[in-house]
Every structure is written in structure tokens, then in C-alpha cells.
Nanobody, 121 residues
Framework: QVQLVESGGGLVQPGGALRLSCAAS????????MGWYRQAPGKQRELVAT???????NYAEAVKGRFTSSRDNTKNTVYLQMNSLKLEATDVYYC???????????????WGQGTQVTVSS
């Protein structure tokens, strides 16, 4: 069993930056692909980024060049650095763990509770 807890959300102005963290319990964290999603009210959850145990990353087109995911397997933590934030980045952000296929099809094994990111002037 893996429990995921996100932190780092908040209010930021357009063009600003935030770093989200996702801390995982459990010693098997390092075997999972980790994903970051975002979801606006009434909309489907959207996969933003994935990072493999070895650190290979993939990003949605909308965030390429502005968002960076990293992980520290010794701390059981994955990060999402979000730069040049736009108004439309206002969402609840979730981290999740599973295989790449599970993450891609919103079937992650484990989910965090989400953290709110609000981009507003």
C-alpha cells in the first residue's frame, strides 16, 4: 500500500512559479511511475507529466518547457516545478502512482488527495 500526500499549492500571479511535492509512504515507491494530473471543476482529470523510476519524463504539450517533474527515490518524493504559470493552470493538482499505461488511462493504483493551485492577479 502506498499513500500519497501533495503539498505546495497556493495562490500565484500569472507568470509566477510554484513547486508541488508529493510525498509517498511505503518502501516500494521507487518501482512506480509517478504522474501529475490536474482537474478543473466539471472537467476530466488531465495527465500533465509522468516520471519513471529512472527519471525519464513526459509532459503534456500544454506545459512543455514550463513544467518540470523530478523525483528523489531516497526521500520517496516527487516534485512538479511549474514556471510561467498561466491563468488556465488554475486547477486541483493530483499525484498518482502506477505503471505508465495505468497513469495514461486514469487507472493509477494510488492517488493523492490533491492540492489547489490558483493563478490570479
Amino acid at each position: 500500500q502506498v499513500q500519497l500526500v501533495e503539498s505546495g499549492g497556493g495562490l500565484v500571479q500569472p507568470g509566477g512559479a510554484l513547486r508541488l511535492s508529493c510525498a509517498a509512504s511505503g518502501s516500494i515507491f521507487s518501482i512506480y511511475v509517478m504522474g501529475w494530473y490536474r482537474q478543473a471543476p466539471g472537467k476530466q482529470r488531465e495527465l500533465v507529466a509522468t516520471i519513471t523510476p529512472g527519471g525519464t519524463t513526459n509532459y503534456a504539450e500544454a506545459v512543455k518547457g514550463r513544467f518540470t517533474s523530478s523525483r528523489d527515490n531516497t526521500k520517496n518524493t516527487v516534485y512538479l516545478q511549474m514556471n510561467s504559470l498561466k491563468l488556465e493552470a488554475t486547477d486541483v493538482y493530483y499525484c498518482a502512482a502506477g505503471s505508465f499505461g495505468e497513469l495514461r488511462y486514469l487507472s493509477a493504483l494510488y492517488w493523492g488527495q490533491g492540492t489547489q493551485v490558483t493563478v490570479s492577479s
